[in-house]
């Protein structure tokens, strides 16, 4: 069992985001993590290198990229990516946006973390 107060996960800065590592004990399975997305904030294209990789909208309107497909995301939707999908998104709405992110397996932290 593992219980972590989001009080004691530390947040760091990755880019133009904010993140907060919500499961670090959990990695070898999966992970879940907040994304703070500034307004006008862009995540450059990359591939998933996850098996899955799933983005729930708590806050904001977040134009997603994926796959060759454009579509806007706003609070309560969720977006699947697959291992080797292409994807990208950025933050043009009028609010600070909120994501949670869902990974499968867990990332590898930054030294020090």
Same mark, same amino acid.
């Given at each position: 069992m593992e $219980?972590?107060?989001y009080s004691d996960a530390a947040p760091f800065e990755f880019g133009d985001f904010v993140v907060r590592e919500l499961s670090p004990d959990a990695f070898s399975i999966g992970s879940v993590a907040e994304?703070?997305?500034?307004?006008? =904030?862009?995540?450059?294209?990359?591939?998933?290198?996850?098996? $899955?990789r799933m983005y729930v909208v708590v806050t904001g309107d977040i134009e997603f990229r994926? =796959?060759?497909?454009t579509f806007r995301a706003t609070a309560g939707d969720t977006v699947h990516i697959a291992s080797g999908e292409e994807y990208?998104? $950025?933050?043009?709405?009028?609010?600070?946006?909120?994501l949670l992110l869902?990974?499968?397996?867990?990332?590898?932290?930054?030294?020090?973390?």
């Open positions: $219980h972590m107060r994304i703070i997305v500034p307004i006008g =904030a862009d995540r450059t294209p990359r591939v998933s290198e996850k098996t $899955h994926v =796959a060759g497909q990208g998104f $950025h933050n043009g709405g009028y609010e600070e946006g909120r869902i990974r499968v397996p867990g990332p590898t932290l930054p030294d020090g973390y």
